[in-house]
């Protein structure tokens, strides 16, 4: 549910959306997406960036030590939070949340993954924390639940088809989305009125990670490795082996494959 205290409200044109991350592989997509709709968009930026040919607006700062965040958020309407890391995400969104409310920011949406909630992992945590810290910040606020993005599972793929035996982690399964199918679904929310939590958002099929690795050596005609069993300990082993880093139901599912996906990423790499 939206805040009852924050009117919903969708973006106005008028006021720019603030995007955290939009340099980054989510946010490279995302931006435009808002530009064509003709919103005024500015990006916080950890490094000095000149304002781009479509009016993008760059404000330099940094959401851990609250520099330039102020600036950020004044006069927006919507905060897009797509920055993320390994560690101290919670604290980063904080930062952000409380300069927000002091600017009278309609309202956040953020992007989280799939099983933050299920799943024992620090980083994971981190992602729950986030969440909350937005939910308990007065302002209307919209959650989106991504699954795992096929450029991030592929950075991963990409190293383990290198090893001369492939690791085979019993009982792990993803379920792999296209970043600019979740893109798309994020520019919607981010010019609508907030909608609280929003069904989570998916790819078409979940994979063993054997499968993944093997979809990719067979579309770069590359020659199959031995695998290795390998069991994932403790709490987290156990979700994930019963499947709780997965939404099997009630999500929004993506159409990109994973080996239309990797049919892409080919073609792109046979054109430059």
Avoid: C
Avoid at 70 to 93: C, I, M, N, S, Y
Avoid at 146 to 170: D, I, S, Y
Avoid at 215 to 224: E, K, Q
Avoid at 244 to 258: D, E, I, Q, R
Wanted: aromatic share 2%; glycine share 10%.
């Amino acid at each position: 549910m939206t805040n009852p205290s924050t009117p919903s409200i969708p973006s106005n044109p008028s006021t720019p959306i603030l995007v955290t991350g939009g340099t980054g592989t989510l946010g490279g997509h995302v931006v435009p997406l808002l530009t064509a709709a003709g919103h005024r968009v500015r990006i916080l930026s950890r490094r000095p960036r000149a304002a781009a040919d479509d009016g993008t607006e760059y404000v330099t700062g940094d959401l851990l030590t609250g520099a330039g965040v102020a600036d950020a958020v004044a006069g927006v309407h919507t905060v897009l939070h797509l920055a993320g890391g390994p560690k101290r995400d919670d604290e980063a969104t904080r930062t952000l949340v409380r300069a927000a409310a002091r600017a009278g920011v309609r309202h956040l949406v953020y992007v989280s993954v799939v099983g933050a909630d299920t799943v024992p992992l620090a980083w994971l945590r981190t992602k729950l924390e986030s969440e909350r810290a937005i939910t308990e910040s007065g302002i209307g606020w919209t959650v989106l639940r991504a699954a795992q993005f096929h450029e991030l599972t592929l950075t991963m793929v990409e190293k383990m088809a290198r090893l001369p035996v492939l690791p085979v982690p019993g009982g792990l399964r993803l379920q792999p989305v296209a970043a600019r199918e979740v893109a798309a679904r994020l520019a919607d929310l981010a010019l609508a009125a907030p909608s609280g939590r929003v069904p989570d958002i998916t790819g078409p099929e979940v994979h063993g990670l054997a499968a993944l690795v093997e979809a990719h050596r067979d579309v770069h005609g590359r020659r199959r490795r031995p695998k290795l069993p390998v069991r994932m300990p403790g709490r987290a082993g156990r979700a994930y082996r019963s499947g709780t880093n997965l939404t099997v139901s009630g999500a929004l599912v993506a159409k990109t494959t994973w080996a239309e996906f990797l049919a892409e990423s080919v073609a792109r790499g046979a054109g430059r």
